[in-house]
């Protein structure tokens, strides 16, 4: 009777997979990150009473702490002009990292239901949450560039580097959602080793300090090793672009144009681990949720 029932079983064909990180249709894919991502966008606001101005209120809080500490009483400055506006593109970019990444950790378990009830490319999960993320950067930089021009800054043509400067960050922020948010699935204490790798990251960029300073106090290389992080190196070249020259260049701060490769590379291959660790385990996540 075993040996009927396996072959019987085994006629039936292969076991069907289940569904996959980018679906059949791209267009699926677009739409439905899409309406994620302003759904969630509106309830996260739904009922409060200042709305979307927690968008800005959150940054400028943590901003006047941090420039309160860290220049007025500690002078980490240097000689680079407008730092009180350069802590805040570092602030809001950060804001952008810990809140792309960090959402994306729970972003398939806090849509069990929708998971396990209908087909759809997973993929749309954890980019959504990267997507609404973009929504508040692309908010928070309004009261950077006022900042700016009230500080006595203006506009320059090294502005039109801010889009691809942005879109390195954004990748490097997908490549980390997709494969935290499929590790999760199975590993709990991804959130807690996520959550502290985060704050490394925050002490470790010249955030509140500068990389000038970092060179006088330490060497070149520390510089170098700083800036292959993605965050830290577009960090500073968004610095150089949008704030003011005087604050050093990706290159510059390197020690030459060739080393902007390498944390362009891990970039490239956080994105490719993180879309090959979830692909794979898309077809499985509702079994294992």
Request: net charge positive; proline share 6%; glycine share 6%.
């Amino acid at each position: 009777m075993s040996e009927i029932t396996v072959s019987r079983i085994e006629g039936l064909g292969p076991p069907i997979a289940g569904p996959t990180a980018l679906g059949n249709d791209p267009r699926r894919l677009l739409r439905l990150t899409w309406a994620l991502a302003v759904t969630d966008w509106r309830l996260r606001f739904f009922g409060s009473a200042l709305g979307y101005l927690w968008s800005f209120v959150q940054p400028l809080m943590l901003f006047g702490v941090l420039y309160t500490v860290f220049s007025l009483l500690l002078n980490f400055s240097g000689d680079e002009r407008f730092y009180p506006v350069a802590l805040l593109l570092g602030i809001i970019m950060y804001s952008f990292l810990n809140e792309a990444t960090g959402g994306a950790v729970r972003s398939l378990v806090n849509r069990e239901n929708l998971v396990r009830k209908i087909e759809f490319p997973r993929l749309a999960v954890p980019m959504a949450t990267v997507l609404t993320a973009c929504f508040n950067l692309g908010l928070n930089l309004l009261p950077v560039t006022i900042f700016l021009i009230a500080s006595g800054g203006a506009p320059r043509w090294t502005w039109l580097e801010l889009p691809l400067i942005f879109a390195v960050l954004i990748v490097w922020a997908a490549g980390i959602a997709m494969l935290l948010s499929a590790l999760f699935v199975r590993y709990r204490d991804i959130e807690p080793i996520w959550t502290v790798a985060l704050q490394i990251v925050f002490y470790i960029t010249p955030i509140f300090y500068t990389v000038t300073l970092v060179r006088e106090k330490a060497s070149e290389s520390v510089v170098r090793l700083m800036m292959l992080n993605p965050f830290a190196a577009m960090l500073q070249q968004a610095r150089y672009a949008f704030v003011d020259p005087s604050h050093p260049s990706l290159g510059a701060a390197m020690g030459g144009v060739l080393w902007i490769v390498l944390p362009l590379l891990v970039t490239i291959a956080t994105c490719i681990a993180g879309y090959v660790v979830f692909s794979r385990a898309a077809p499985r996540v509702a079994e294992e949720l």
